[in-house]
C-alpha cells in the first residue's frame, strides 16, 4: 500500500511511522508513506498557502492551488483508490471502514488546517470525507495518523501474530477477552484459575463468555 499525505505539519507525523509495528511495515515495504508540504507547492512568492475567507469572517482557509498542483503530480504517475479528506463532518470512522481501507493499494490523504479548507477542494478533488468521532481537532494531522494506524495493521503481514487482528475488539463486532500475564498474583491479586488450567476447551468457552458479556455491556453504554 502506498499513501501520499499532504499536510501543512509533516512534522507532526513523526514518532507516528517511526515506531513500533509502523516502523516495522514500513521496513518490510508493507506500506510506503510519502508527505508533501502544501507550502512546497504554492505559487506565491512567500509560499503562502492560506487565505483569508471570501465574504469575511474569522481564521484563516487553506488554498485550492498548492492542493490542486500536488494531486496533479501525483496522479500522473499512479491511479489513486481514494483521495480522503478528514473532517468532522462525515462519516465516522469505526473498524469496517478499516478493513475495507486496508485493502487499498494506493491513498492520499489531504489534512486540513486553520479555520477550514477551499470548499471547491472538498468538492471537486476529495472522494471520501472522513471523521473520527463528534469532536473538533486542529487539523486533519490526528486524524490521518489515527486512521493510517488502524489500517496498516491490518495489512496481511504487518502485525507478527495475524490472527491478532482478527481477534481484535470489534472486529466480528465482539469485544476481546480480558488478558493477564505474568505474574500469577500480584499483592495478592490472582488471574482466573482456569486460564492456566490448561484445558483448551474450558479456556476458549470461558473467554467467549467473558466476550459477550463484555460486547453486552459496551452496546448498552
Ligand atoms: N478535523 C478536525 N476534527 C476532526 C475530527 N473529529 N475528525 C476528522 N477530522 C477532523
Redesign the pocket.
Known sequence: MRIDILTLFPELFKGVFDTSILKKATKKNLVQIFFHNIRDYSKKKNKQSDDYPYGGGPGMVLMIQPIYDCIRKLKKDRNYDEIIF???DAEKFNQKTANKYSLKKNLIIIC?HYKGIDERIRKKIVSKE????D???T??EL?AAVFCDAIIRLIPGVLGNESSALSDSFQDDLISPPLYTRPRSFNGWKIPEILISGDKNKIDDWKEKKSIKRTKKFKKL
Not at 472522513?130 to 468521532?133: D, H, L, P, Q, V
Open positions: 478528514f473532517t468532522p486540513g472522513i471523521s473520527i468521532g469532536y473538533v481537532l487539523g486533519g486524524p
